[in-house]
């Protein structure tokens, strides 16, 4: 058998084998309760007739902020939505579980990270946030 | 945070992937070459020490005199045009997009982007 076959097919295998790493790190990571906890949080605010409410108004006076010259009123309304919303058993409940399964993805990328070098998920990121990280 | 022994197991698995990976090689190669060379290692400490002692001393309100911008903004083109650290950089940007595609895959099974969940310098709220 030609060796260059076989050293290609052998790159391709540990290229494979990257991938599939990466798939089975999805599969362990996805049956986490921290994971399906923060999964099941997010359905309920998405699901949730209130928030719908809210972030239908917020939407409303953030679109009269962009084109108000003085949007003092719609500022405010802003932060009071802001602060009605931050208020609700649910979003409290959400913003908990996702507290959770923030720290627990950064300790996984971090023994990932601690490992080979260099941080993974930073540099794996496809665009830079708009948080400027 | 203490992990489970399989998702222990699973991260060490990918990252044992990705150290023994010909592409990341590229980059771990480069990155080995500034460590091991005392002008390269010794020039980024210089500007990583400069860097931090300047922020102290700015945010304890002291204002910086323009010779000190101007040392640092020095030390810092010298260490970007220095060849191997130049090469080290040169390289993480290659093996950028094929990191990205190293992280779909978790993203993929997970159904979110794993890189915004798991990115410390990432407040995920964007």
């Known amino acids: 058998m030609d060796g260059s076959f076989e050293q290609s097919f052998a790159a391709e295998e540990k290229a494979l084998n990257v991938f599939q790493a990466g798939r089975a790190l999805g599969e362990a990571l996805v049956e986490t309760p921290v994971y399906q906890n923060f999964l099941s949080a997010l359905k309920a605010i998405n699901d949730d007739p209130e928030i719908q409410r809210i972030a239908t108004q917020m939407r409303s006076h953030q679109n009269a902020l962009q084109m108000s010259i003085d949007g003092r009123d719609h500022q405010a309304e802003l932060a009071r939505l802001q602060a009605e919303l931050e208020a609700l058993p649910i979003v409290q409940q959400y913003r908990q579980t996702e507290s959770e399964a923030l720290a627990f993805f950064r300790a996984v990328d971090d023994l990932i990270s601690e490992s080979i070098g260099f941080a993974f998920a930073h540099n794996a990121h496809r665009s830079s946030c708009s948080c400027g990280a | 945070m203490e992990l489970i022994p399989e998702i222990k197991q699973a991260a060490l698995d990918l990252a044992e992937a990705m150290k023994n990976d010909e592409t990341i090689q590229i980059y771990l190669s480069a990155k080995e070459a500034v460590q091991k060379n005392p002008e390269a290692a010794g020039l980024e400490n210089q500007l990583i020490e ?35 650290i130049a090469q080290r950089e040169s390289a993480l ?22 890189t915004t969940l798991a990115d410390v310098h990432c407040s995920g709220g964007c």
């Open chain 2, 93 to 114: 940007a290659q093996i950028k997009p094929y990191l990205a595609q190293i992280a779909d895959e978790i993203s993929y099974i997970l159904g979110i982007d794993y």
């Open chain 2, 50 to 84: 400069l860097y931090e002692s300047l922020i102290n001393r700015q945010q304890q309100g002291e204002k910086l005199s323009e010779e000190e911008i101007e040392a640092f903004n020095s030390l810092r083109y010298q260490v970007r045009v220095h060849p191997l």
